[in-house]
């Protein structure tokens, strides 16, 4: 991923409206995402567009995730929390 589109989704993972969703997606981010085959990091970007509401209930396990493409990156983001 070019560092200029590295920099737009750090942006769009930790300038969000709710703290919760900012520190795991951040941590994620540069912990875990660098590492990852390019079809979980466009698995991961697309997570990054859901709605905060949506994405922390995916996360805190209060949903599941139903998307076989996006489950593992949520069961990813559970493990970060």
Not at 4 to 13: D, H, I, P, Q, V
Not at 35 to 46: D, H, N, R, V
């Amino acid at each position: 991923m070019e560092r200029a589109a590295f920099e737009r989704l750090r942006w769009r993972c930790t300038r969000r409206g709710m703290l919760e969703v900012d520190m795991v997606l951040g941590r994620f981010l540069e912990n875990t995402f660098g590492k990852l085959p390019e079809a979980e990091q466009q698995a991961f970007i697309e997570l990054a567009d859901y709605d905060d509401m949506a994405l922390w209930r995916l996360i805190s396990a209060r949903d599941e995730c139903e998307d076989a493409r996006l489950a593992p990156i949520v069961a990813m983001l559970r493990e970060g929390t």
